[in-house]
């Protein structure tokens, strides 16, 4: 029951976040747009995946304040890539069972997540994919 309500708070806290980032700030300078438009440009030629660094930044300090087990001995780049590859999945028209069943998957390590953690972390992605 603890690990569902932490869940249900790191979910939250994702989804205020996510709100408060995709505010229309009419005072952003043009320039910052730019940039932020060629950075990404960048990052598609490079064959990659994009994640918005907002988004994933979000989604690992979630996943470790939530998940602190599942975090233990993963760096932010693999708690990372179980964001990257669950919004695959969620894109690519999965069905929410076997996506859940490769967050399961993606998640193991020292420990494996329940499949209540599993479900939170699908959750927690799917508001940011």
């Not at 994702?14 to 709100?19: E, H, S, T």
């Not at 438009?37 to 598609?44: G, P």
């Not at 076997?98 to 953690?117: C, D, H, L, M, Y």
């Amino acid at each position: 029951m603890t690990r569902t309500t932490a869940a249900i708070v790191a979910s939250s806290a994702v989804f205020a976040l996510l709100i408060a980032g995709c505010s229309d700030d009419k005072s952003s300078s043009t320039a910052a747009s730019a940039s932020g438009a060629a950075t990404t440009s960048a990052a598609s030629a490079a064959g990659s995946e994009t994640m918005d660094s907002v988004k994933a930044g979000t989604f690992v300090v979630s996943y470790r304040s939530a998940f602190p087990k599942l975090a233990d001995g993963k760096d932010d780049a693999k708690i990372r890539d179980v964001l990257v590859e669950t919004c695959k999945d969620i894109k690519g028209g999965k069905s929410e069972d076997e996506i859940v069943q490769n967050v399961i998957k993606r998640t193991k390590g020292s420990a494996e997540a329940s499949k209540e953690e599993a479900q939170a972390i699908y959750q927690m992605a799917k508001m940011l994919c």
